[in-house]
């Protein structure tokens, strides 16, 4: 079952500030929990959590963690090289959830998640820190990589330019693990076009355009213009919502994860990705088949 502790909901929901940055700190264990922290979260009408809560994970979680070991078998070396990593792509109107979803990914381990750490000229965040949120540099330095050829893709959102640098994705997936991206639809286009099969794309939708705003407004890290700007952007965000594989419409934060792990875990076993794998112990299941039972004893001579 994957856990996310109830504070970091109430952090990333409440008070994005004190949410710790990705990765960061272990996880409490649901067993260790009070019986007051094992209560299903809901966000209220207005979108925030109803609190005390937390995250019970139904059956359908259970099944996902029957699978949880298939990522070591396909990294298992007696059975063939590692697979490379896929890419999950999460894109959705600003303000829609993505940047809590991918917390909430990474802060879940046994999904063995690495970030995408992408390059951009916008100004940091207060919540932001260099290096771990965005890797914030100014325009020249971002064109230089670009026209090298660093950039895996790159666009203008916003006004800003934004990037993925090339090489630790490709270190990354080379050692069989799944990368997280939080790219716009430009972006998307552009990794689809280069890297086909091994991509998984989710796009996020929210449930209206005014919970959009109020999400917007209540995460108070963008200027009025800014906020006025993202909105405003927002409809053509949201008619490439085709181009995706998956569409999940963020109202409930909790259903919202548990959606993007059930995908996670359907796409990992996809036959393509578990081929290598599966075709060793197919042999190995058929070579232990065909061995000969051993003959009954002989009763002894007296
Ligand atoms: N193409 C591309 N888009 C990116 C990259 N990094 C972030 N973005 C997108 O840029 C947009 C603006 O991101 P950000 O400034 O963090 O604002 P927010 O969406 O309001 O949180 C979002 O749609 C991000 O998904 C990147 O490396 N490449
Ligand atoms: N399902 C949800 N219900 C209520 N608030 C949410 C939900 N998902 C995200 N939020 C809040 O909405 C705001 C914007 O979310 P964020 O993840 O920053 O969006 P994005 O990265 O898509 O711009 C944040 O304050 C976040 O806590």
């Given at each position: 079952m994957f856990k996310i502790r109830r504070g970091l909901i109430r952090d990333l929901l409440l008070e994005p500030d004190r949410a710790p940055p990705y990765g960061a700190g272990p996880l409490r264990s649901r067993s260790n929990l009070p019986p007051s922290e094992n209560l299903p979260l809901r966000t209220n009408s207005s979108g925030v959590a109803d609190l005390p809560a937390i995250l019970s994970k139904t059956d359908r979680m259970r099944q996902i963690e029957r699978f949880a070991g298939q990522q070591a078998m396909r990294e298992a070396p007696e059975r063939g090289a590692p697979h490379q990593g896929l890419m999950l792509i999460l894109s959705s109107p600003s303000g829609a959830g993505k940047t809590t979803l991918t917390r909430m990914l990474l802060q879940?381990?046994?999904?063995d998640l690495t970030l995408s750490i992408s390059v951009t000229t916008r100004l940091r965040r207060s919540s932001e820190i260099d290096g771990i949120h965005y890797t914030f540099i100014d325009r020249r330095q971002f064109e230089t990589l670009r026209d090298a050829g660093e950039l895996l893709e790159w666009a203008e959102v916003h006004g800003n330019l934004y990037g993925t640098p090339r090489a630790p994705v490709a270190a990354v997936l080379g050692r069989g693990r799944d990368v997280l991206f939080d790219i716009d639809y430009q972006g998307t286009q552009q990794v689809r076009q280069n890297s086909g099969a091994d991509v998984v794309t989710v796009f996020i939708l929210p449930p209206s355009m005014k919970e959009l705003r109020a999400r917007l407004e209540r995460r108070a890290e963008d200027s009025p213009e800014s906020i006025a700007k993202r909105l405003a952007n927002a409809r053509e965000d949201i008619l490439r919502w085709a181009e995706y594989d998956y569409v999940l419409v963020n109202h409930d934060l909790q259903d919202t994860f548990d959606d993007l792990c059930c995908i996670l875990t359907a796409e990992r076993r996809r036959k393509t990705r578990v081929r290598e794998g599966i075709e060793a112990l197919v042999k190995e299941l058929l070579e232990e088949s065909a061995i000969k039972p051993a003959s009954p004893l002989q009763p002894e001579s007296s």
């Open positions: 879940t381990k046994e999904l």
